[in-house]
């Protein structure tokens, strides 16, 4: 292994276009799960409603997780599951999910 191959040694272009992506994807995740909290926080979700949100939950679950933002991703993940398996919205994990999107990590 030469020194150019170990993690950390990347030329410096590649490392500001990566965080240049990192960036978006985090400002990306966080829109995402304002959507969410926008929809299932309504008095009343409809089927695509929930629908729209288990989407966008899947994908803030795997890009918050690639990103660094892992109690965004933790906290997707718990809220794609209660919608999955249908055991409803829970307020709580609407408040966990807000204090993710809030905690100064996610965008």
Known sequence: MTSGDRAGDEP???????????????ARNVRRAERVLELLGAPA?????????????????????????????DAARHLAALLRDGDGVRPGALDRLRRAVGDGTSA
């Open 12 to 26: 410096a272009p590649f490392h500001d276009a990566f965080a240049d992506l990192a960036e978006r994807a985090r």
């Open 45 to 73: 979700v409809d089927a695509d409603g929930r629908a729209e949100a288990a989407e966008l939950l899947h994908a803030v679950t795997g890009s918050a997780g690639t990103f660094g933002q892992e109690e965004l991703s």
